[in-house]
């Protein structure tokens, strides 16, 4: 476990904590079910199919494919490290991990079906009805197919980047350029949005406040985590920037009104880059 120590206990972020511990067998149901495709209502995709856990928890495309063959509306959040999120989605819908679960299986675009549909095909799996019976005492049914996919969702933490170990105390962790990249990333301001243990994701905020960032809408946006950012390109709800590199420019000037020089653009790069954390062993994009 990683504790931040007394020259870094008053910094904007915290180090990422272990998972939560979380009855085993809900988990392995939970994980079972992330990858099965019945969770859709023409057994065409998983949660799986759009957010990769090989790769960045979410996958390369600036909009994933709907159920009816057209771009979803907006870019896909990584689930790593989205249960220490206040809100869930883009816009901050949903309070709880297991309110945006349920949105995600009824949407008509993202897997067109609902918990009850899918307990009645899981419950002709004498297989899937065993595991059931095994985690929650009885077989599937709405709340608790739900139940065992945020219960997986729960694990799907991060810790161990190279920034939470300098958090920790190490001072070797960051490079030159990386820690004069988080200096600046407090100086400039971009702290003031992204902070807190997921770097983000504990805030609303206007987007294009100086000059325009993206697309227009939603004008209001939950601030995402930078927890492995590095990994998640593209970026932005559109999915418009391309890079890291990119990305940092039009934030700053879209939300700092400042015109980053190439030095501090590296310097921020650099720093964002050591956010990246471990899942499984392995470094987040790096597939065991």
Same mark, same amino acid.
């Given at each position: ?21 979380? /009855? ?9 079910? *992330? ?10 995709? !998983? ?17 994933? &494919?709907?159920?009816?063959?057209? +771009?979803?509306?907006?870019?896909? %959040?990584? &689930?790593?490290?989205?249960? %220490? ?55 599937? /049914?709405?709340?608790? &197919? ?30 030159? /350029? ?6 600046? *990333? ?5 702290? !003031? ?14 987007? +294009?406040? *100086? ?13 995402? !985590? ?18 890291? /590199?990119?990305? &940092? ?27 990246? +954390? ?11």
């Amino acid at each position: 476990m990683l504790d931040a120590n007394s020259t870094t206990a008053k910094e904007p972020i915290t180090p990422i904590p272990e998972p939560a511990t979380i /009855d085993p067998l809900k988990v392995k149901l939970g994980e079972r079910l *992330f990858g099965d495709p019945r969770l859709s209502h023409d057994n065409s995709r !998983s949660c799986a199919s759009c957010h990769d856990l090989r790769t960045n928890g979410a996958s390369r495309n600036s909009h994933d &494919v709907a159920l009816d063959g057209s +771009g979803l509306p907006l870019n896909t %959040l990584t &689930v790593f490290n989205a249960s %220490l999120s206040f809100r869930f989605g883009w816009e901050g819908k949903f309070r709880t991990l297991e309110s945006d679960i349920k949105a995600s299986l009824e949407s008509p675009w993202i897997m067109g079906t609902n918990p009850s549909e899918i307990a009645e095909r899981l419950n002709a799996d004498a297989g899937v009805r065993q595991e059931f019976a095994a985690a929650f005492g009885r077989g599937p /049914d709405a709340l608790n &197919v739900v139940d065992a996919i945020a219960s997986f969702e729960r694990t799907l933490v991060t810790p161990g980047s190279r920034f939470d170990h300098w958090l920790a105390g190490d001072p070797a962790a960051l490079s030159a /350029d990386e820690l004069n990249g988080y200096r600046l *990333f407090k100086s400039l301001g971009c702290a !003031s949005c992204h902070q807190g243990v997921n770097i983000g994701g504990n805030l609303f905020e206007r987007h +294009g406040i *100086f000059h325009p960032l993206a697309s227009p809408q939603p004008e209001i946006l939950r601030v995402p !985590s930078l927890r492995n950012v590095a990994t998640t390109p593209p970026y932005f709800h559109d999915g418009s920037a391309p890079t890291l /590199d990119d990305a &940092v420019r039009k934030m700053g000037l879209a939300q700092l009104n400042s015109t980053l020089t190439n030095q501090q653009v590296n310097e921020i790069v650099a720093y964002l880059q050591s956010l990246t +954390g471990y899942y499984r062993g392995v470094p987040v994009g790096a597939s065991p």
